[in-house]
Each structure stands twice: as structure tokens, then as C-alpha cells.
């Protein structure tokens, strides 16, 4: 994984988001991360906007994170597993094409 950000020697007035991986449990800025939504209903989708209503979970987009992330998602999303699973190709296919 090459990601070095490199020395910064501005001072961030700015606040970054940052929110964490339910995978790998690090802490991303909000913008490398997938947002994955769920609706009240239950709904369960890839929010890589980050512009759907509901609960969110974030997770790395790495297959591996995916994969730790799937059975947290639940909780994460408090929905149930069969949600997750309904929806989890198109999370997949979101993960692996970013
Ligand atoms: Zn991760």
C-alpha cells in the first residue's frame, strides 16, 4: 500500500472528517472511505456520495476490510444480516471498481 502523505508543514485550520473503518477499526478521512447506508426500512446500500439518509458505516475501500466489515455491518448498521447480504455485491462491486 503506497499511501505516504508526505510531510505537511501547513497547519490545518480546517477540520477533517475522519471516521473509522468498521473492518480494520482505523480511522480515515470520510472521503477514502465507502460509506455503506442503511434507510430506516433496512435498506442497505453503497452511499459512495455519502448523501443517503439513515445510518452509515465506513469502511476502507480494500476487499479485505469488506470482508471483517460484513459481519460488524449489522450491528454497525442495526439492520440484519440478511439486509447486508441482499445488498453486499453491489458493495463489493463498488469496493472493487474504486
Ligand atoms: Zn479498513
Redesign the pocket.
Known sequence: MSSNRGACDVVESKHIPERT?V????K?PKSELLRIAADKNGWVRADPGGKLGGRGAY??R?I??LK??RKRLPRALRCDAESVAAAWSAIEAEVTSG
Open positions: 473503518c473492518g480494520c477499526r482505523r480515515a469502511v476502507c480494500r479485505e476490510c471483517s466489515a
